[in-house]
């Protein structure tokens, strides 16, 4: 993991200053497995050698870091396609509902958006 990490690290130097759109694309994704790679690896580390709850907690924060990411990629990209992309008078609701499985620890996730136009 520490190789392919290093050549993740190496990767992202080089195609982040690209002039291709592609190429920097790239650059983001390599910029992520990096990140990802090292809060885990240093989470799973810490976890084993020192208290258990450092593993969980370095999951959560990617998690959310994932989320955040690849909502603001997706937030980016929503211009490209006319269907979703919300009027300039217009608001978006977001509902995030959780349904329950057949553990209490299983929760499945659905997020569904609201699109309300001010001047139709």
């Known amino acids: 993991m520490l190789f392919a990490t290093a050549v993740k690290l190496v990767l992202w130097q080089y195609c982040r ?3 291709n759109k592609i190429v920097r694309a790239y650059a983001d994704d390599h910029q992520f497995d ?3 790679n090292v809060v885990g690896l240093v989470a799973a ?3 084993d050698k020192y208290y258990c709850w450092i593993d ?3 999951a ?3 998690a959310i870091y994932t989320i955040t990411n690849w ?3 997706v937030m980016e990209n929503a211009g490209a396609f006319s269907c979703w992309a919300p009027a300039a008078s217009s608001k ?3 509902f995030l509902t959780s349904y329950p499985r057949s553990s209490i620890l299983f929760y499945f996730l659905k997020n569904d958006f609201l ?3 001010e001047n139709p």
């Open 92 to 94: 978006i609701l977001a």
């Open 60 to 62: 959560i924060m990617l």
């Open 34 to 36: 990096v990140i990802t």
């Open 45 to 47: 580390v810490l976890g």
């Open 17 to 19: 200053n690209s002039a």
């Open 56 to 58: 969980p907690i370095g």
């Open 71 to 73: 909502s603001r990629i």
């Open 115 to 117: 699109t309300i136009l």
